[in-house]
């Protein structure tokens, strides 16, 4: 009697884990760490979705939230399967200098790929190393926004500055996630006139480049 509980106990656990496993959605994790540079550690998750997660440390536990587009999260996804979800090796076979210890990280229930790696010559690797860096200049941008708008008003208009100069240049990704402050600055008349000018045609901008 005793035999024929666990083995029903045994199989229900199987079958609820498989269900879990069903259900989960895939994540692809980034990670770099380079001693010496600012940040000296980045993480970033993202799952299937469009739900990601920035971290600048390990032991970080409120992780800064984004959402990226569909084309957006439906790009980097491709090229994770145009790199076999990280099942071979990117590490080139140059003598490059050490540019970080990066790690890419594919995770969908039980298959797990994870490739570690300095330089790549691998192009595929190279557009979603980029990705990441674009996703992590963005967070970037967002908590210096976000900081300097709380504790330092007269630096906001440098903060929105180089936000734009940074949007100008494609190095930005998820835009909706600065609508909330830079709504709040333009809004807002203890800040200067020219921030909170420019605070509005970015928003415009980023409201304007919605797909319809």
């Known amino acids: 009697m005793k035999i024929r509980i666990t083995l029903i106990l045994l199989i229900a656990g199987t079958l609820f884990a498989g269900m879990l496993f069903a ?46 587009t569909e084309a957006e999260t439906q790009e980097v996804f491709s090229l994770t399967d145009k790199l076999d979800r990280f099942k071979r090796p990117l590490e080139s076979q140059l003598k490059v200098a050490f540019m970080g210890a990066k790690t890419f ?41 976000e900081r300097t708008a709380k504790y330092d008003k007269l630096g906001v208009d440098k903060a929105i500055r180089l936000l734009s100069y940074a949007m100008e240049r494609k190095r930005l990704v998820g835009l909706e996630q600065f609508l909330p402050m830079l709504d709040r600055i333009a809004n807002n008349e203890s800040y200067m006139h020219t921030a909170r000018a420019r605070a509005a045609d970015i928003a415009e901008a980023i409201r304007a480049s919605r797909p319809l």
């Open 23 to 68: 259900g989960e959605s895939p994540r692809l994790i980034y990670s770099k760490s380079f001693p010496g540079s600012s940040p000296e550690f980045v993480e970033i998750r993202l799952d299937q979705s469009g739900n990601a997660e920035y971290r600048d440390r390990p032991d970080d536990d409120l992780p800064l939230k984004f959402k990226l």
């Open 105 to 145: 990280k594919y995770e969908n229930g039980a298959e797990i790929g994870e490739v570690k790696f300095n330089y790549s010559e691998d192009l595929a690797a190279q557009v979603l190393l980029d990705w990441f860096e674009r996703m992590a200049e963005s967070a970037a941008h967002r908590i210096d926004l």
